[in-house]
């Protein structure tokens, strides 16, 4: 499984920014995509995931926020990041499970400034 991330840059505090990831690859093993970020200095913490199913889960910084999507035909996840706040800065990374295995995009940085 390859995931390409796409969107990500510079906001001011308050603006939204999108994500996109697509999967290529074995896809159809694929049961679980989300979203992850790594701020500087710190431990990659989830952000968003969807599961099979359609049902979402958020990270409690984020919710109300951020709101995700999943469309498993064209096997990509999309993040809508709005009233983003200086820390939500930090690395985002495209996450994939598929026979239990984790697949990771490159990341891409999304910066804040206040």
């Known amino acids: 499984v390859q995931l390409q991330a796409f969107g990500g840059g510079l906001v001011q505090a308050g603006g939204s920014l999108r994500l996109s990831c697509v999967a290529s690859?074995?896809?159809?093993?694929?049961?679980?995509m989300g979203w992850y970020r790594q701020a500087p200095g710190k431990q990659r913490e989830l952000v968003a995931v969807f599961g099979s199913g359609g049902r979402t889960t958020y990270a409690d910084s984020v919710k109300g926020r951020f709101t995700g999507s999943r469309d498993s035909a064209r096997n990509t996840v999309s993040l809508l990041m709005s009233s983003l706040k200086p820390e939500d800065t930090g690395i985002y990374y495209c996450?994939?499970?598929?026979?239990?295995?984790?697949?990771w995009g490159r990341g891409t940085q999304v910066t804040v400034s206040s």
């Open positions: 690859g074995s896809i159809s093993s694929i049961n679980v």
């Open positions: 996450n994939a499970y598929g026979y239990g295995l984790p697949y």
